[in-house]
């Protein structure tokens, strides 16, 4: 009775256990399964998430040349080379200490003292030249860390500061041409894609998979680095001479818009431009804006002349002063000089008859004109931070019946260098208001990366300004400007187009009674003008007339850029022109 109870006993025991043996196969089972089949796909890539690492590659961002290749701006790479003590052997130290002092050119002893402590890391030496750099990561030193990073190098320092502009930190551009173009110069991010082993190393034998992403577009500008020298050359000396605290120059071909030279002093560092100021990395050319006095005349005169209101030969009788608007507007002179014609009215200067031209042309007249040539709005350079200066007209709540007059000769009205030398280039073109520019050409890489692909930029007209009738009796005036008045501004043997400007400072109190600004504008050779300058030199103290400091500044840098433009005299060049 007692047996058969224990077997009967085993005999379930061993039925639960089978029972219990079947179960756990069927999870084991129904795991397998799962794992397997149901969820094979996620687990897979959970497990590829864990051991797969990638890395980022960053192409350079692309680089800038002037108009003859000469390099800009261009990503280079620079080296932090730093230690890890406890991983440098006592044995190793002064081995260590003898090959990477040399290199860093730090003292011996420094460095020993340095690698003999006990912390756990410690800085050696920062922005290492790039052949530096690399040459101790080839060491393969022991506890000796060598980390790159890409930096923003300028070639040219501050001669091409404003126009070129700057990068941050990580890369992103302001200002200038790296501001206007920074999604262009952008290079694509690529990356590097590998298993990784419990150490975190490369396992050499799974096979990497790379997108190595594509450099950034590279840009040639318009711009001449031998006209930027010259130009920056010529100002400097005249911001010593003529005791000025500040100035600046453009060079633009008028016939095609494009900037040879743009210099503004002082200037900054781009690599240090942090210590420069907010202002300062502003570029006065594009940013900067002034009441740009007589010079403003030309724009006066030009609608006149193509609305037929005036000829050249047009008499005025010139007073002393005159009212306009309720306010009075008197010669730089203060001298009535009775009956004058137009042209003699632009070469004396005189701004009662240019208040009298421009209340007969009248309010409508004479802003649509200044609207034509540009003035209160954007000329769409491709430099940033552009400011589109200040205009005020009938309907705008600060306009005054005396702006009327005022206007006509450049006070109460604010420019940019580059508007004030874009609407002179059109003088100097035949009429056609041409989009200044200084990027010549785009060289962006391929994606497949088989090489790259060029793409130049086309000369863009906004709008006719004036009729080229117009223009050629505005530029005869001009010359006749130069040979009567503005002499200082001659050139033997070339026939010369300018305009001299005194402007006074407007302060919170009305006009600075001291200080002006003092400027020139010009373009040679008259008849078929290559080139066309503008230079203004702020608050000169050895004169405050334009005709005394600007315009001999204008001279010395267009002397030197027709010698070497190559540009013949006028008679050597029109004889060669009747030529067959």
Not at 107 to 125: D, N, R, Y
Request: aromatic share 8%; net charge negative.
């Amino acid at each position: 009775m007692t047996g058969d109870l224990s077997q009967g006993l085993d005999k379930r025991r061993t039925l639960v256990l089978a029972l219990l043996m079947a179960l756990g196969f069927s999870v084991v089972i129904g795991q397998l399964i799962r794992y397997q089949v149901v969820e094979h796909r996620e687990l897979l890539a959970l497990s590829d998430a864990q051991v797969t690492r990638e890395k980022p590659i960053v192409p350079a961002r692309g680089y800038i040349t002037d108009a003859k290749g000469n390099l800009l701006a261009m990503d280079m790479v620079e080296w932090d080379i730093s230690a890890d003590p406890p991983y440098i052997s006592a044995a190793q130290r002064l081995t260590t200490t003898k090959l990477i002092a040399p290199l860093l050119e730090l003292p011996e002893q420094e460095v020993f003292a340095v690698l003999s402590t006990t912390l756990a890391w410690v800085p050696l030496k920062s922005q290492v030249p790039q052949e530096v750099g690399e040459a101790i990561r080839d060491l393969e030193l022991a506890g000796v860390q060598c980390v790159p990073r890409a930096v923003r190098v300028y070639p040219q320092g501050d001669l091409t500061s404003y126009i070129v502009g700057f990068v941050n930190s990580t890369l992103e551009g302001f200002y200038g041409i790296e501001g206007y173009y920074n999604n262009d110069l952008r290079p694509v991010e690529g990356s590097t894609t590998y298993v990784q082993d419990a150490g975190g190393e490369p396992v050499p034998a799974k096979a990497k998979r790379q997108d190595p992403g594509r450099p950034g577009t590279s840009l040639v500008l318009t711009v001449d680095l031998n006209v930027q020298y010259i130009a920056q050359d010529e100002l400097q000396k005249a911001i010593k001479e003529y005791g000025a605290e500040s100035g600046a120059v453009i060079v633009m071909e008028p016939k095609t818009g494009a900037i040879l030279a743009s210099v503004s002093l002082p200037s900054y560092d781009p690599r240090d431009y942090a210590t420069s100021g907010h202002r300062a990395v502003y570029d006065p050319n594009v940013s900067g804006i002034w009441e740009p006095g007589s010079m403003f005349k030309l724009i006066t005169w030009a609608a006149a002349l193509d609305l037929g209101t005036i000829a050249p030969d047009t008499l005025f009788f010139d007073t002393a002063c005159t009212e306009i608007g309720g306010r009075s507007v008197c010669n730089w002179d203060y001298l009535g000089h009775d009956w004058v014609t137009a042209r003699e009215a632009l070469a004396r200067s005189l701004n009662v008859v240019s208040a009298q031209i421009s209340t007969r042309l009248g309010s409508e007249h004479f802003y649509t004109y200044v609207r034509r040539f540009g003035f209160g709005n954007l000329t769409g350079v491709d430099l940033a931070s552009e400011e589109s200066g200040m205009v005020r007209q009938p309907g705008d709540s600060n306009w005054f019946p005396s702006d009327l007059g005022t206007n006509s000769f450049g006070q109460g009205i604010a420019v940019t260098p580059i508007q004030m030398i874009t609407a002179v280039s059109a003088i100097a073109n035949g009429g056609l208001l041409v989009k200044p520019h200084a990027v010549s050409e785009f060289i962006t890489p391929k994606e497949d990366g088989s090489g790259v692909e060029t793409q130049p930029v086309n000369t863009t007209i906004s709008r006719r300004a004036i009729s080229e009738a117009t223009a050629q009796q505005l530029r005869e005036m001009m010359v006749y400007t130069v040979d009567s008045f503005a002499t200082k501004a001659q050139i033997p043997g070339y026939s010369i187009a300018g305009k001299s400007s005194t402007a006074q400072i407007p302060t919170a109190y009305g006009y600075d009674p001291n200080l002006t600004i003092g400027s020139y504008i010009g373009f040679a050779p008259a008849d078929d003008p290559e080139f066309v300058i503008l230079v203004r030199l702020d608050k000169p103290t050895s004169s405050e007339w334009g005709t005394q400091t600007a315009g001999p500044t204008f001279r010395a840098i267009a002397q030197r850029l027709l010698l070497y433009l190559e540009i013949p005299p006028d008679s050597v060049r029109l004889a060669n022109q009747g030529q067959p």
